[in-house]
Nanobody
């Protein structure tokens, strides 16, 4: 099992910045992709950004150029630097980790989620 704990959420004015952090613990050796998703009130959970174990990144169009995801494999952490925040960025942000294990003949995978941290951007 993998446990994910987020920190860094809060209230910020539009145009401001916040950094979210997520620490993974437990069976971390098999983690490949990590990332952040968010869910705004009344909306479905959506991808914000992901980062692979070799640091390849993927961003939602809505955050490209404003958010930066980074990762420390030695510490099993993933951060999300959020700049130029907008009211529409208001959401609960969830840390995500994808684990892969098993022999080549039979690969197992599992997704893990943190409990979420609230980001509120006031106009």
């Amino acid at each position: 099992q993998v446990q994910l704990v987020e920190s860094g959420g809060g209230l910020v004015q539009a145009g401001g910045s916040l950094t979210l952090s997520c620490a993974a613990s437990g069976r971390t050796r098999g983690i490949d992709n990590m990332g952040w998703y968010r869910q705004a009130p009344g909306k479905q959970r959506e991808l914000v950004a992901t980062i692979g174990s070799r640091m390849s990144t993927n961003y939602a169009d809505s955050v490209t150029g404003r958010f930066t995801i980074s990762r420390d494999n030695a510490k099993n952490t993933v951060d999300l630097q959020m700049n130029t925040l907008k009211p529409e960025d208001t959401a609960v942000y969830y840390c995500y980790a994808h684990e892969t294990w098993g022999p080549v003949e039979r690969i197992y995978t599992k997704d893990y989620w943190g409990k979420g941290t609230l980001v509120t951007v006031s106009s």
